[in-house]
């Protein structure tokens, strides 16, 4: 069988594949970098030991507490603290925080509330009861309180970030962008702020900003495996494959255990009709991910092309099953024709030139 081209018109995109950023903006600042913290991230340790002297040893044992992964014990010892001194702003902020540690939302928020009653000026509070809302899906919640950490202070790039997050929740690109020029401006080496203003860049198709801002990223982090991701996706949109493969050979040495780098890259060898390439990256997407229906799919059609039909049925048989279990009953008709005609008449399914 001859395998001069081959057109994979039913099949919908691999789609657009992401990996977590190495450091998401809702993972607010942490108990361990109070003195660290720059600016309304968080006060100082001087800030409680003033404002509580008589519940300073409380909060140091809180805060190891906290550090030792014991969370109850850490939200009780604040609790005593906050006995103490019914107006300590601070102890009602960090057992909120211990409280999101655990998942208690609401009681994260009703510190917060409270810490922020006794001070409405504490930039802090703010943004952590911002952090909480919009984990519970508060989104104008959210978005009032980074306006008012914002408003209290204008120059904290990571209260730019947590409101331009959510503004890009809600498909608001605008204001999205807005918000990540100001924290780039603000704090010009952070390569978090570089991805993400550079994927709303890249869903907007303005392609030549996104791969500068990802470049951005790469150049103040090497190893940014987020920003090469979204940088090859690019470049296999434009056609640009050796780019696009080197890419993503720097993603699966940096994550070899992820298997969508090496689809996405098997993607482009069985464009180039790289066969054996694409068969190697397939069967390592599929030897980390068993279920990846459309992987199967694929490398039986690489099969089928290469000739190997025992291997493209047997492909197409899993793919059908996988299709069947999900109910995605388009994929999984046309991959039962192609298995008819591949048992059939397997010269149909590869087009002479």
Do not use: C
């Amino acid at each position: 069988m001859k395998s001069s081209r081959f057109l994979l018109l039913f099949i919908l995109p691999l789609s657009t594949w992401t990996m977590p950023l190495k450091a998401a903006w809702a993972s607010h600042p942490s108990l361990e970098t109070v003195d660290k913290a720059s600016g309304s991230a968080m006060p100082a340790t001087g800030y409680w030991l003033s404002q509580a002297s008589t519940t300073g040893d409380l909060h140091q044992q809180a805060l190891e507490k906290y550090k030792q992964g014991d969370y109850q014990g850490a939200i009780s010892t604040y609790s005593k603290a906050i006995a103490l001194n019914p107006k300590d702003v601070y102890a009602y902020t960090v057992r909120g925080n211990t409280y999101k540690a655990i998942n208690a939302d609401s009681k994260a928020i009703a510190d917060y509330d409270k810490a922020i009653a006794l001070d409405p000026k504490y930039v802090y509070a703010y943004l952590a009861r911002g952090i909480a809302h919009k984990e519970i899906q508060k989104n104008s919640q959210a978005l009032a309180d980074f306006d008012k950490a914002i408003a209290l202070n204008p120059e904290d790039a990571y209260a730019y970030k947590a409101r331009g997050s959510i503004h890009r929740d809600l498909k608001d690109t605008v204001k999205a962008l807005a918000d990540f020029d100001k924290a780039i401006a603000l704090d010009p080496k952070d390569a978090y702020a570089y991805n993400i203003r550079g994927s709303l860049y890249k869903d907007s198709k303005d392609y030549p900003k996104a791969i500068s801002d990802f470049d951005q990223a790469i150049a103040l982090d090497s190893e940014d495996v987020y920003a090469l991701l979204l940088r090859a996706e690019i470049y296999k949109d434009l056609k640009d494959y050796p780019k696009a493969i080197a890419d993503y050979d720097k993603v699966v040495a940096l994550a070899p255990r992820d298997p969508l780098p090496y689809a996405s890259r098997g993607l482009i060898h069985d464009t180039l009709k790289d066969d054996p390439k694409a068969i190697a990256d397939y069967d390592k997407a599929i030897a980390l991910n068993p279920g990846f229906s459309d992987v199967y799919l694929l490398r039986g059609l690489v099969h089928a092309r290469a000739d190997n039909e025992t291997q493209a049925i047997r492909d197409l048989q899993t793919a059908a099953e996988f299709f069947q279990k999900q109910n995605r009953t388009a994929a999984y008709d046309k991959t039962a024709e192609l298995l008819k005609k591949l048992s059939s008449a397997p010269r149909e399914l590869v087009p002479e030139p």
